[in-house]
């Protein structure tokens, strides 16, 4: 094998023509690598990916050619994968109003470029789901809000439009299946590429607590921040701690690893049904 890439928290090799992406217990905040892992994090995310993999398999194609044909250092937190040719776009559907989503409202009355009602606030469920792209930043760099218009120069108007529209049929799907297991999907970050035969594909990791904001649907009120099962409850320790945001970030305590992990084992618990 051979080792492509080492992102914030996700390795990537070459193996056979095949990519193997691998799920480490990293964890990042703020564009930050977090000195201290989340054991277990990257099987977690793994399967919670693959889950939703198959309950969307008739809504976009996706790059997974097996879970099992993997190296055996990695069991359980790799897959094997079609090689793509990335999109350098992050395709980001809004369900409701959170994070900088929210300060974006806040500022404009819109977000991405979409006009938003008056009257919102932190928790606010919107009208309808909105796609909300960003850049897709290098490491240390922060991703930056665009439109859909900046996404048709880019990428050509047919190409934006197939993203708008698949992100948001993803994320309608999703949110309507871990609705129904009490998890609210506030919001979810997806990245497409292209395969070999030119078609649109779904890849990376897709509807985790990673990636996304999941909230307990029985304890959902709008007006202030929400009880997370994602790692905004790391975001919100981090940013308590006084760092800069920008320099080293600070080790994390033990008992905020284990709640962490806690959180993320319950929303793979609620939303797939299955004991961890």
């Not at 480490?24 to 889950?51: H, N, Q």
């Not at 905004?232 to 006084?242: P, V």
């Amino acid at each position: 094998m051979k080792l492509l890439h080492s992102g914030k928290v996700r390795d990537v090799y070459e193996d056979r023509g095949d990519i193997i992406l691998v799920a480490s217990d990293r964890v990042s905040v703020y564009d930050a690598i977090l000195p201290t892992p989340i054991p277990d994090k990257g099987k977690v995310l793994t399967r919670l990916t693959l889950w939703w993999f198959e309950q969307l398999a008739d809504v976009v194609p996706n790059h997974v050619i097996s879970a099992t044909d993997v190296p055996e250092e990695f069991a359980g937190r790799a897959v094997r994968c079609r090689r793509l040719r990335m999109v350098q776009v992050e395709c980001i559907a809004r369900g409701y109003l959170a994070g900088l989503g929210l300060k974006e409202y806040e500022r404009d009355r819109a977000v991405s470029g979409v006009a938003l009602p008056d009257g919102l606030e932190e928790g606010s469920r919107l009208p309808e789901p909105i796609f909300t792209p960003t850049t897709k930043a290098r490491m240390g760099e922060h991703d930056e809000f665009i439109t859909l218009d900046d996404v048709m120069a880019q990428e050509g108007p047919e190409v934006a439009e197939d993203l708008r529209r698949l992100t948001l049929e993803v994320y309608r799907r999703g949110a309507e299946i871990a609705r129904e297991r009490g998890i609210i999907i506030a919001d979810t970050k997806l990245e497409f590429g292209w395969d070999d035969e030119g078609v649109l594909t779904l890849g990376d990791e897709v509807l985790t607590s990673d990636s996304s904001r999941f909230w307990p649907l029985a304890g959902w009120r709008p007006g202030g921040p929400q009880y997370a099962f994602d790692k905004q409850y790391l975001r919100d320790w981090a940013a308590g701690t006084g760092w800069d945001k920008k320099g080293p970030a600070p080790e994390v305590p033990d008992y905020i690893v284990a709640t962490t992990r806690d959180r993320y084992i319950e929303a793979y618990e609620r939303i797939t049904g299955t004991r961890w």
